[in-house]
């Protein structure tokens, strides 16, 4: 299983970018969920967003009403709407997969890098 995400960047405080992730070596209906985390210098990995299968969401505090998840009709890519960003936002974004196959650990992403200029 492979992810590629892209769309990273620089961008200035309040403005706008899109990650796109793009699963590879698993079949859609084997995905249970994908999402993105993220993880800035000195800090630990969080979670920024999520979607299962059934297209549940679940966002971290930080970025609610600001960033919007989604996934592809394929349901194999996943995208991060991301809007009115700040410069706490500056992190390397991470692709991740959580698929259905019992005792298997979550696939993740090369990572992106976002940075957001004051």
């Known amino acids: 299983v492979q992810l590629q995400a892209s769309g990273g960047g620089l961008v200035q405080a309040g403005g706008s970018l899109r990650l796109s992730c793009a699963a590879s070596g698993i079949a859609s209906g084997d995905i249970f969920a994908m999402g993105w985390y993220r993880q800035a210098p000195g800090k630990q990995r969080e979670m920024v967003a999520t979607i299962s299968v059934d297209r549940r969401t679940r966002y971290g505090e930080s970025v609610k009403d600001r960033f919007t998840i989604s996934r592809g009709n394929a349901r194999k890519m996943v995208y991060l709407q991301m809007n009115t960003l700040k410069p706490e936002d500056t992190a390397v974004y991470y692709c991740?997969?959580?698929?259905?196959?019992?005792?298997?650990?979550?696939?993740w992403g090369q990572g992106t890098l976002v940075t957001v200029s004051s």
């Open positions: 991740n997969l959580d698929p259905r196959w019992p005792g298997v650990d979550d696939y």
